[in-house]
């Protein structure tokens, strides 16, 4: 088993940024791609960013591109997810999640395991 926690969201003005980390502990032995997606209300969780184990492949969504920057410190086990000029459609609980794969997921499907998630508020 693994467990995600989650930490770094808040409220923020339009405009701003926040760093969101997610810390993995127990199984953590071995490579594993790591993902951030959100969840805003009333909509499907999406996909945001995605990293492979050594940080030499990063994936993003359309919207957060040039804004977001997702990395890991396979030290602390941490995957981090720089978000720069935040904007209202941002809003979202943001989860983070673990594949043991060799592929670096952009589907929830493709993740073992999730953080109970942590709330990103952008204010207008």
């Known amino acids: 088993q693994v467990q995600l926690v989650e930490s770094g969201g808040g409220l923020v003005q339009a405009g701003g940024s926040l760093r969101l980390s997610c810390a993995a502990s127990g199984r953590t032995s071995g490579s594993y791609a790591m993902g951030w997606f959100r969840q805003a209300p009333g909509k499907e969780r999406k996909f945001v960013a995605a990293i492979n184990w050594s940080g030499g492949r990063t994936y993003y969504e359309e919207s957060v591109k040039g804004r977001f920057t997702i990395s890991r410190d396979n030290a602390k086990n941490t995957v981090y997810l720089q978000m720069d000029n935040l904007k209202p459609e941002d809003t979202a609980v943001y989860y983070c999640?673990?594949?043991?794969?060799?592929?670096?997921?952009?589907?929830?499907?493709?993740?073992?395991?999730w953080g109970q998630g942590t709330q990103v508020t952008v204010s207008s």
């Open positions: 999640a673990v594949d043991f794969s060799l592929r670096v997921p952009t589907a929830e499907s493709g993740y073992d395991y």
